[in-house]
């Protein structure tokens, strides 16, 4: 199935755009999404997951226009035509 | 509100204009009179953010930012002065607040929020900005916040991008319900435009300026997003994590 994914903040540099489409495998999760990112844009890895492959716990994720928990990115199921927005912690002042 | 400061004949005048706002009138204006912000950073959000509270007639403004002021900081750090190079950031503050509005007594601390200072600087304000460019400061300020049951509006911004969000302890998610983990790949140096933090900052005056004076709707339970690369502003709701170590203990 086919997803939109749009970045946010430093994530545009590190992946190179500001958004993009995914294939994603039918029935796929949220966190299954941040591994197949994390495996595309290995050197960005820990943007998207932790060393053990769960999701960043600190990394905005809004699906549609629901802010979905990091925690809870195994258990959301995505489906056709969602848009994810990544958007990774900022602190300038 | 008869325990609210008086207005003078000098500050009717000054703040005449805002005396218009709808639901603000007299009574805001006397509540922001008597109230006391805390500002954690000064620089290009924080210190925006300070000016707006001082044009508005905050009755006293705490201001902590260490460091001396540098070239570098004027591009966005609007109450820093260049023939204040070299010299402490809170001093080049204190003197343009004081120009603008005589009426508002600063206090400034030349240190940044730190483990030994923020439950004191905390205590003594009504309502908390944080605004700096380390997590470890925000997330700190969010503790005591929180412990204190502090309102505190936290702001920050990104290159042509700015989030905000106001936290009412115990009402809403705090700092930590939406960042459990320190973030490990934010670098305290980052691309600015003085549009975008200045846009930040006046948005987090605003807020501050709402709970005060009891007006409009808070940013509660919310988080505003925008980027002004093509002027999108999008507001996403928010929730308390019920395990969050800060906030988690507290009932509304
Ligand atoms: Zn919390």
Redesign the pocket.
């Known amino acids: 199935m086919k997803l939109r994914v749009q970045y946010m903040a430093q994530l545009r540099a590190v992946v190179g755009r500001a958004e993009e489409e995914m294939e994603l495998s039918e029935g796929g999760s949220l966190a299954d999404l941040l591994n197949q990112l994390a495996t595309t844009y290995g050197a960005a890895s820990s943007h998207f997951v932790t060393e053990a492959r769960q999701a960043r716990p600190s990394l905005l994720i809004v699906v549609n226009d629901s802010a979905v928990s990091a925690r809870d990115a195994a258990t959301t199921v995505l489906h056709t035509n969602d848009v994810v927005t990544l958007l990774p912690p900022i602190a300038g002042g | 509100m008869s325990h609210l400061p008086e207005l003078t004949p000098d500050e009717r005048s000054r703040y005449e204009w805002q005396l218009w706002v709808r639901d603000f009138g007299e009574e805001g204006q006397r509540r922001l009179k008597q109230a006391t912000v805390l500002v954690s950073r000064i620089g290009g959000v924080g210190g925006s953010a300070a000016m707006q509270l001082a044009a508005a007639g905050i009755g006293r403004l705490i201001l902590a930012h260490a460091g001396n002021v540098r070239l570098n900081d004027l591009n966005r750090q609007l109450l820093m002065t260049t023939d204040w190079i070299g010299k402490p950031r809170v001093e080049s503050a204190s003197r343009r607040l004081h120009d603008l509005n005589p009426h508002v007594e600063i206090e400034t601390i030349a240190e940044n929020i730190n483990d030994s200072n923020a439950a004191e600087l905390v205590s003594r304000c009504d309502v908390a900005v944080s605004a700096a460019p380390l997590f470890a400061e925000r997330l700190l300020m969010n503790r005591e916040a929180v412990r204190q049951r502090k309102p505190l509006v936290d702001s920050a911004m990104y290159e042509l991008e700015g989030r905000l969000t106001t936290i009412i302890p115990g009402r809403s998610?705090?700092l930590?319900?939406l960042y459990p983990e320190p973030p490990p790949n934010w670098k305290r140096e980052f691309p600015v435009f003085s549009a975008v933090s200045s846009a930040v900052g006046s948005l987090a005056a605003m807020e501050v300026i709402k709970l005060i004076a009891g007006i409009g709707e808070p940013l509660t339970g919310r988080l505003l997003t925008f980027d002004l690369r093509d002027m999108s502003f999008r507001t996403v709701p928010i929730a308390?994590?019920l395990d969050?170590p800060?906030?988690?203990a507290l009932s509304p």
Do not use: L, Y
């Open positions: 998610p705090c930590s319900c308390r994590q969050c800060v906030c988690s």
